[in-house]
């Protein structure tokens, strides 16, 4: 409950102090519809928005603030961190850093450092979307392999 209730703080603050006018002007009405998606686990932007911001975001590199991994909710982005691999094949160990402000999507966009022990890449910063209700990604990060079944 600590997190919803931090989530929506931040979501107010974030919609309150203009942040969401990147996606639309800003209104009363689209302030609240936005909300509700993202505290539904959905993008703020969906069909032809948002088949335009993945090709934008697919000029940069996975993982990146401009191309964010997407993923379903909380337990999506630790799921996806937890199916990487490093060099050596290890799992790296992770650790949320903290949202960084809103992306391509619509999204407030998380920040993960992704650490490989005595494995390269040794640390990376991952920006990761999870408001993708249903999306699984399938591409690893560049530098890191990924496996193909179910987190560990």
């Known amino acids: 409950m600590k997190f919803h209730h931090a989530l929506v703080a931040s979501l107010s603050a974030m919609a309150l102090g203009g942040c969401v006018t990147t996606v639309a002007p800003q209104t009363e009405a689209n302030t609240d519809f936005y909300l509700a998606r993202m505290l539904a686990g959905e993008s703020a932007v969906s069909g032809s928005e948002l088949d335009k911001a993945l090709a934008e975001a697919a000029e940069h590199p996975l993982g990146s603030k401009k191309n964010p ?3 379903s909710r909380p337990q999506g982005q630790r799921a996806y961190l937890s199916r990487l691999r490093c060099a050596d094949l290890s799992r790296p160990e992770f650790t949320r850093a903290g949202n960084v402000g809103m992306g391509p999507f619509g999204n407030i966009v998380d920040a993960y450092v992704v650490t490989c ?20 990604e399938n591409e690893a990060v560049e530098g890191y392999g990924i496996t193909g079944g179910k987190p560990e």
């Open 69 to 71: 991994v997407r993923a």
């Open 117 to 136: 022990a005595d494995s390269e890449p040794a640390e990376r910063t991952i920006h990761m979307d999870m408001y993708h209700a249903g999306y699984v």
